[in-house]
């Protein structure tokens, strides 16, 4: 469990460096960068295919359920944000998206084993004060009826990656390299979306290599480590870290000058950090039971 929980965090870490490779790679359209990185992403499948000897059709011989959650939570999810990006403001398209880490953790309880405790509900609580600062910026969030459909594609997008989360669970004999085979499908489908929605743009070098990060990380490498870390760690930790991916990802554009550093932000961190810690107080009252028995 606890090599799970590395996973997951690693996750959380890689798709903290989204927004400042996605500033780097603003010029391509969403459904083309999605479908690029996800073709990154499909590499490291194959890769892994390769590694493990059996052949590339062992690996896409899945149940049809399993290619149903594993194309719906990757390529719904990403869909349906841009859907909600491109039909509602983004402070308050991002404030609803960001209700996944809430979601994983609620959804969780019905699983096998789970119990929903009060220190998850303050501490996803404190959380999503935390985010709440962060993306309004210290400001009032304004939700207007006729960015309604907007709010609604936010709101089905975090829906769609907390029960994706959540279903790998019931999932564990299936291998992550797996993964590989949702993410060729997704670049494929996402092409299809660009093509539809959108006009090419031809990126320069220094595009392509913020691609070939991005197809490793964040919108890629992430979602391998990610199913790894659902399907062997504490799901509900794990869902309340998540509240961590926005606050690191504005400390990191601070960081890098890509962004301006205010008060807000230290707020925003505080409540996060806070309610990452109270959400966790059950793992570390196993920990201290163990080393107890232990000595």
């Given at each position: 469990?606890?090599r799970g929980?590395?996973?997951g965090v690693?996750?959380i870490?890689?798709?903290?460096?989204?927004?400042?490779?996605?500033?780097?790679?603003?010029?391509i359209?969403p459904?083309q960068?999605t479908?690029?990185?996800?073709?990154?992403?499909f590499?490291i499948g194959?890769i892994?295919?390769k590694?493990?000897?059996?052949?590339i059709l062992?690996h896409?011989?899945?149940?049809?359920?399993v290619?149903?959650?594993?194309?719906?939570g990757?390529?719904g999810?990403?869909?349906f944000?841009?859907?909600a990006?491109?039909?509602?403001?983004?402070?308050?398209a991002?404030?609803?998206?960001y209700?996944w880490?809430?979601?994983i953790?609620?959804f969780s309880?019905f699983?096998?084993?789970?119990?929903l405790?009060?220190?998850?509900?303050?501490g996803?609580?404190?959380?999503?004060?935390g985010?709440?600062?962060?993306?309004s910026k210290g400001?009032?969030?304004?939700f207007?009826?006729q960015y309604?459909?907007?709010?609604i594609?936010?709101?089905?997008?975090?829906?769609?990656?907390a029960?994706y989360s959540?279903?790998s669970r019931?999932?564990g004999n299936?291998?992550?390299?797996?993964?590989?085979g949702f993410?060729?499908?997704t670049a494929?489908?996402?092409?299809?979306?660009h093509?539809?929605?959108?006009?090419t743009v031809v990126?320069d070098?220094?595009?392509?290599l913020v691609?070939?990060?991005?197809?490793?990380g964040?919108v890629?490498?992430a979602?391998?480590v990610?199913d790894?870390g659902v399907?062997?760690?504490d799901i509900?930790i794990?869902?309340s870290?998540?509240?961590?991916?926005?606050?690191?990802?504005?400390l990191?554009?601070?960081?890098l000058?890509?962004?301006?550093?205010?008060?807000t932000?230290?707020i925003?961190?505080g409540?996060?950090?806070?309610?990452s810690?109270?959400?966790s107080?059950?793992?570390?009252?196993?920990m201290y039971?163990?080393?107890?028995i232990v000595y």
């Amino acid at each position: 469990m606890q090599r799970g929980n590395l996973f997951g965090v690693l996750a959380i870490l890689l798709w903290s460096t989204l927004a400042s490779l996605g500033v780097l790679a603003s010029a391509i359209p969403p459904f083309q960068l999605t479908s690029m990185t996800f073709f990154v992403a499909f590499i490291i499948g194959i890769i892994l295919w390769k590694k493990d000897g059996k052949g590339i059709l062992a690996h896409l011989r899945w149940p049809l359920k399993v290619w149903v959650v594993g194309v719906c939570g990757l390529f719904g999810y990403h869909f349906f944000y841009f859907l909600a990006i491109q039909n509602a403001p983004a402070i308050e398209a991002n404030l609803i998206n960001y209700l996944w880490p809430l979601f994983i953790v609620l959804f969780s309880s019905f699983l096998p084993k789970e119990k929903l405790r009060w220190f998850h509900i303050v501490g996803i609580i404190s959380g999503l004060v935390g985010v709440f600062f962060l993306v309004s910026k210290g400001g009032s969030l304004n939700f207007e009826r006729q960015y309604m459909h907007g709010y609604i594609y936010a709101f089905i997008s975090a829906v769609i990656w907390a029960t994706y989360s959540v279903l790998s669970r019931f999932f564990g004999n299936i291998p992550t390299s797996a993964v590989g085979g949702f993410c060729g499908l997704t670049a494929v489908l996402s092409l299809f979306c660009h093509l539809l929605f959108e006009i090419t743009v031809v990126p320069d070098m220094t595009e392509l290599l913020v691609i070939l990060a991005l197809g490793l990380g964040p919108v890629g490498g992430a979602f391998f480590v990610w199913d790894y870390g659902v399907k062997n760690g504490d799901i509900q930790i794990l869902g309340s870290l998540s509240y961590a991916t926005p606050m690191l990802s504005t400390l990191l554009l601070v960081f890098l000058g890509l962004s301006e550093p205010n008060p807000t932000i230290w707020i925003a961190c505080g409540f996060i950090i806070l309610g990452s810690l109270i959400s966790s107080l059950g793992h570390f009252k196993k920990m201290y039971q163990t080393r107890k028995i232990v000595y």
